[in-house]
C-alpha cells in the first residue's frame, strides 16, 4: 500500500470523524481484499461504501459529500446532477483545491473519476457488494500499443451511401434557416459483448453510462457545446478476440470496427445487419462497440483500447455511414476512462497530437487545427493526445485542446490561426458537431404506434392540467408511456411515466402528480400508446375549467381561427410544439395582413413556443383576424386559448389542427340570450372566393333561415346572439355549406353582460357526421354538472342509446332516446339521462345510434353560486 492512501487508512483505523464531515463517500477501509486491476495503476484500496450517502445520490438530494484524497478530506460541492432512470450522474468541485468528482451511480455500484494536481484516480465497484476500490493510475503503462484511427476508403464510403445496404436508413435533411443547434445533443448508441457484460456484471450499464459521462465531461471542461445522449444499448453476439479470417496480421480490434461498418468483407454474413435499422430507429448519430480485453490480445503484445473512423476530409457526402467506433474495458484499457470521448473524437474529426500523428505517419483531423495537445513543461496531455510519445512522463487530462481555456494556469491548445502549430479540437468540435447531430432524426419519447400531443401545459399556484385518456377498443389494455418536454426540446423523464387502462376504460390525473419535482420544467407532453386513445388536456383551478383535443398527429400547418384585437380585455395564447425529431422552418403567419413571425423553439427537434398575439404581431394584432401555423415539415401540434383581462380567471381553449371542410356545421346556439351571449366565426381559408350557404335551424329540426354569401380569400364571417342580437331569433345551431373544402371555425360561449355566473367556453366547429358518438366526460355530483347535446344530422328519423360507462369500462347504466326526427337537436343533463345512485360511476358516454347520421358535443362546469366554471368539447365521431 503506498502512501498516498497513508492518510486513508490512518484515518480510517484512528476513527476520524468523518460522519462530522458532509456525507461521506466511504465509510471503512476493507483489508486484504482482491485487487480489481492487475496492472496501470500505482496502488489500489477497497472501502465499504457509506450507503446513506448513495441512496442521497440515486434521489437527487445530495449537495456536498466528503471523499479522503491523499493528504486530506475534500468536500466536493454539487455542480450538475442528471437522471438516467436507474443511473444517475453527479459532478461535485472541491472548491478549495478545484479538483473535480464525476460519479456515475447505478443500482450495484457506482463508477468515479478525480483529476487532482496531475494525477488521475479512479473508483469501480468492488469483488464484494457494497464496496468499491479507489486506484490512481500510473500513466507510465498507459501506452497504446497501435494508432488508434482509421482512415476509411472514400471510395468504398461513397458506394455505402448510394448502394443498398441490409437494412436502409434516411438521412436528415440539411438544417433549415432557424435558430436550432442540432449538435447541442448528439445521440449514441453502445453495443457490447458477452465478455463485457460478463466482466461488469451488474455494474455493465453503469459503466457505459460512466463512459458517456467522462465524455460530456470533457465537452463541458474544453467549452464544447455538446453533450452526448445514451438513447439505445443492446447486447450482441460478437466475440471479444476476433483473429484475421484472411489470416494476416490485422488487429482484433481492428477487424470488430470493420465488421461494425462492414466496409471491407471480413464480417459474418447478417451479424451486424440490423445496426443501421436501429440506429434509424432509436436515432443513433453514433454507434460504439464494447469488448473486453482477451488473453489473446495480452499475450500477442496488441493491446489498443480503441478504434474508430476519422474524418479527415470536407468533400465526403456524409460522416453518418462511418460513425462507428470500438473500445475495450477490462485489463489495462479498464484504468483508461477518456478512450470513450476519445474515439468519439475521431468521429467527429480530431487527430492526435502533431507530435504522435508524425511518429505514426499519421492523418490530420477535418480542419487545419484539428489536433490534440501535448504540454510536456507541464506534464499534461488532452483528451485526443497520446501521452507515451509526450517527452517526459505526461498525465492526461479530460480537456480537449482549446487555447482559450487554460488548466492549472497554462493553456490547453494553439491558436488556430497558427499554421505549424494549431492545436484546437474543441473548435473541431464545435464546428462538426450540427452535422454530426443530424446523421439520424432525432427519437425522443414514445415508440408505440399510437400517440397524442399535449402542446401546452400550464402550471403554478393557481393553475394545472389535467390529462384524460380513454381506451376506445373494445378488447385489451391499452399500454401507455408519458413523456414530458422542456421547451428547448430536452425530454425530462428519461424513462417513461407507465400507465395502463383498460378497454373501454378511461383515466384522468393531474400531470404533476405523474412528474413531480419536474413539473415545473414540463411545457408539452407526449401519449404513447399500443392501442388507439382519446386524449384530451384541460386547464384547471378553483374558477377555470378548460379543455382540448391534444393533437393525433402532426402536421405541415394548424390554422388559428381565434386572435382577439381588444388586448386590453382578451389575451390570446397560441402554443405550438414541434413532437418529432425533425428541424424545420416554423412560421406564424397572420391574415389579411402582418408580417410572418418565425416560431422560435418549435422549428426545432421536439422544441416548443408558445405566445401571446401581441407577442407575436406587437401593435399590427389590430389588423389580424386569423392566422395560420405552417412548416417545411410535419412537425405541427397547436393549440390556442385566450383569457380575459386581468385575472385571467375566465378562459377558453381550442386544439388546432390543418383541417378544413366544405360543410360546417355551429351546434351551440344559446337560446336563453338574457343570460347567456354565442360568437360564432367560420373563416374561408382557401385561395379563392367561394360560395358559402348558411343555414339557421331551431331545435325541432325547423329550418329558420338560409342565405348565401360570397367570401374572398381569408374572409371572417362573425355572428353574436346576445341581448341585443337575437336574429334569426330561436336559432339553436347552424350549418355553413360550400362547394369545395374551405371552411375552419369555431364558437365562444358565455354569461351575459350583469349575469351572476361567470361561464366562458368554446369549441371548435363539427366537421363530421357519424352513426357514434363518443362523449369523453362526464363530472355530475353535489358541486359539478355535465350536459350531453345531440343531432340528427341526416334525413331519416333514429334513435341514439347513450351508454354510461366507468372507469374499467363496464356500462354502468344506458338512457336512449327513440324517434328523434331529422335536424332536431337533443339537450339533456346527464342527471336527467342516469338514475343518481349509479352516476357517480360514470366517467365518459358512448353513444350508438340506428338509422341517420349524427353529430354532438358535450359541456361541464360548477354548481357554485357564481359558476365560474365551464368546459366543453365535441363528440369524437365514427361509424
Request: hydrophobic share 35%; aromatic share 10%; glycine share 8%.
Amino acid at each position: 500500500m503506498k502512501k498516498i492512501f497513508l492518510f486513508i487508512l490512518i484515518c480510517l483505523s484512528a476513527g476520524c470523524a468523518l460522519a462530522e464531515k458532509p456525507n461521506p463517500l466511504i465509510s471503512h477501509f476493507i483489508e486484504n481484499s482482491q485487487a480489481n486491476f492487475k496492472e496501470g495503476v500505482l496502488s489500489q484500496a477497497t472501502f465499504a461504501n457509506q450507503q446513506n450517502t448513495l441512496d442521497l445520490l440515486r434521489t437527487d438530494q445530495l449537495d456536498q459529500l466528503t471523499f479522503p484524497v491523499l493528504e486530506s478530506d475534500m468536500i466536493f460541492t454539487r455542480d450538475y446532477f442528471q437522471d438516467h432512470g436507474e443511473i444517475k450522474t453527479w459532478r461535485g468541485i472541491d472548491r478549495a483545491t478545484n479538483a473535480s468528482m464525476l460519479l456515475t451511480v447505478g443500482k450495484a455500484g457506482f463508477f468515479g473519476h478525480i483529476i487532482y494536481q496531475g494525477r488521475q484516480f479512479i473508483i469501480e465497484p468492488g469483488f464484494d457488494f457494497g464496496t468499491s476500490v479507489f486506484a490512481e493510475v500510473d500513466p507510465s503503462q498507459n501506452i497504446p500499443a497501435a494508432k488508434c484511427e482509421a482512415i476509411p476508403d472514400y471510395n468504398q464510403v461513397e458506394q455505402l451511401l448510394t448502394t443498398e445496404k441490409p437494412a436502409s436508413h434516411v438521412h436528415k435533411a440539411a438544417a433549415a434557416e432557424v435558430d436550432c443547434q442540432p449538435g447541442e445533443v448528439i445521440d449514441v448508441m453502445i453495443l457490447y459483448t458477452k465478455g463485457f457484460a460478463e466482466l461488469r456484471g451488474d455494474n455493465t450499464m453503469a459503466r457505459i453510462q460512466n463512459y458517456v459521462d467522462v465524455a460530456n465531461e470533457s465537452y463541458i471542461n474544453s467549452a464544447i457545446d455538446t453533450q452526448l445522449h445514451l438513447v439505445h444499448t443492446l447486447e450482441v453476439d460478437y466475440p471479444d478476440y476476433t483473429p484475421d479470417p484472411s489470416g494476416g496480421d490485422a488487429s482484433s480490434i481492428g477487424i470488430a470496427l470493420m465488421d461494425l461498418t462492414y466496409l471491407q468483407g471480413n464480417y459474418e454474413p447478417g451479424l451486424f445487419d440490423n445496426i443501421e435499422a436501429l440506429r434509424d430507429q432509436y436515432g443513433a448519430d453514433q454507434v460504439t462497440l464494447i469488448n473486453k480485453v482477451t488473453n489473446g490480445e495480452i499475450s500477442g503484445g496488441g493491446i489498443t483500447c480503441g478504434l474508430a473512423w476519422l474524418i479527415t476530409r470536407n468533400n465526403i457526402p456524409s460522416g453518418a455511414r462511418i460513425s462507428y467506433a470500438v473500445i475495450e474495458d477490462g485489463a489495462i484499457c479498464g484504468t483508461d476512462t477518456i478512450t470513450y470521448a476519445h474515439e468519439v473524437g475521431h468521429n467527429m474529426g480530431c487527430a492526435h497530437d502533431r507530435n504522435t500523428t508524425q511518429l505514426q505517419d499519421g492523418n490530420g483531423g477535418k480542419f487545419s487545427y484539428s489536433y490534440g495537445y501535448q504540454d510536456p513543461p507541464n506534464q499534461f496531455v488532452t483528451v485526443m493526445a497520446y501521452a507515451h510519445t509526450c517527452p517526459g512522463t505526461c498525465f492526461y487530462i479530460n480537456h480537449f485542446s482549446n487555447p482559450e481555456v487554460n488548466y492549472e494556469g497554462a493553456p490547453t491548445g494553439v491558436d488556430h490561426t497558427d499554421p505549424d502549430n494549431s492545436a484546437d479540437n474543441a473548435r473541431t468540435i464545435n464546428e462538426t458537431r450540427n452535422l454530426m447531430g443530424q446523421y439520424r432524426t432525432k427519437v425522443r419519447g414514445t415508440l408505440h404506434e399510437y400517440y397524442y400531443v399535449i402542446p401546452e401545459i400550464l402550471y403554478n399556484k393557481e393553475m394545472t392540467t389535467d390529462i384524460h385518456v380513454i381506451n376506445t377498443t373494445a378488447t385489451g389494455t391499452a399500454h401507455i408511456d408519458l413523456f414530458a418536454f422542456s421547451e428547448d426540446g430536452k425530454q425530462l423523464n428519461p424513462n417513461a411515466v407507465n400507465l395502463s387502462v383498460p378497454s373501454n376504460g378511461k383515466i384522468s390525473f393531474d400531470f404533476s402528480t405523474e412528474f413531480g419535482s419536474l413539473s415545473n420544467q414540463v411545457k408539452w407532453i407526449q401519449v404513447g400508446s399500443s392501442r388507439p386513445l382519446h386524449v384530451f388536456a384541460e386547464f384547471h383551478s378553483d374558477k377555470v375549467r378548460s379543455a382540448f383535443w391534444a393533437s393525433d398527429k402532426t402536421g405541415y400547418s394548424a390554422y388559428v381561427p381565434h386572435v382577439a384585437k381588444n388586448t386590453a380585455q382578451f389575451e390570446t395564447v397560441v402554443a405550438n410544439a414541434n413532437a418529432t425529431g425533425k428541424i424545420a422552418t416554423v412560421q406564424l403567419d397572420p391574415e389579411p395582413f402582418g408580417d410572418v413571425q418565425d416560431l422560435g423553439y418549435s422549428g426545432c427537434s421536439y422544441g416548443k413556443s408558445s405566445g401571446t398575439a401581441v407577442d407575436y404581431f406587437g401593435y399590427d394584432v389590430e389588423l389580424v383576424d386569423w392566422a395560420l401555423i405552417k412548416s417545411t415539415d410535419q412537425t405541427v401540434a397547436a393549440m390556442e386559448y385566450f383569457s380575459y383581462l386581468p385575472e385571467k380567471e375566465k378562459v377558453a381553449s381550442l386544439g388546432l389542427n390543418q383541417n378544413k371542410t366544405n360543410t360546417l356545421r355551429f351546434l351551440h346556439v344559446a337560446t336563453d340570450t338574457a343570460n347567456f351571449w354565442t360568437g360564432l366565426v367560420y373563416i374561408n381559408v382557401s385561395n379563392s372566393t367561394i360560395e358559402a350557404t348558411e343555414r339557421f335551424f331551431a331545435a325541432d329540426g325547423t329550418e329558420i333561415h338560409s342565405e348565401t354569401k360570397t367570401l374572398i380569400r381569408g374572409q371572417k364571417v362573425v355572428f353574436i346572439f346576445d341581448q341585443d342580437n337575437t336574429t334569426p331569433e330561436g336559432t339553436a345551431w347552424i350549418e355553413i355549406s360550400a362547394a369545395n373544402p374551405a371552411l375552419v371555425g369555431y364558437e365562444l360561449f358565455g354569461s351575459a353582460n350583469g349575469s351572476p355566473h361567470q361561464f366562458f367556453s368554446g369549441f371548435q366547429g363539427s366537421m363530421n357526421t357519424g352513426s357514434k358518438l363518443d362523449y369523453p366526460i362526464v363530472v355530475s355530483d353535489n358541486v359539478n354538472w355535465t350536459g350531453i347535446v345531440a343531432l340528427n344530422l341526416g334525413d331519416t328519423a333514429g334513435s341514439i342509446t347513450f351508454k354510461g360507462r366507468d372507469k374499467n369500462g363496464d356500462i354502468v347504466e344506458s338512457y336512449t332516446e327513440e324517434n328523434v326526427q331529422p335536424h332536431v337537436k337533443i339537450v339533456k343533463t346527464a342527471e336527467s339521462m342516469f338514475s343518481s345512485d349509479k352516476l357517480h360511476d360514470i366517467v365518459w358516454i358512448q353513444a350508438v345510434t340506428t338509422a341517420s347520421e349524427w353529430s354532438g358535443f358535450v359541456i361541464w362546469g360548477d354548481k357554485t353560486e357564481t359558476r365560474h366554471q365551464l368546459s366543453g368539447l365535441g363528440a369524437v365521431i365514427y361509424d
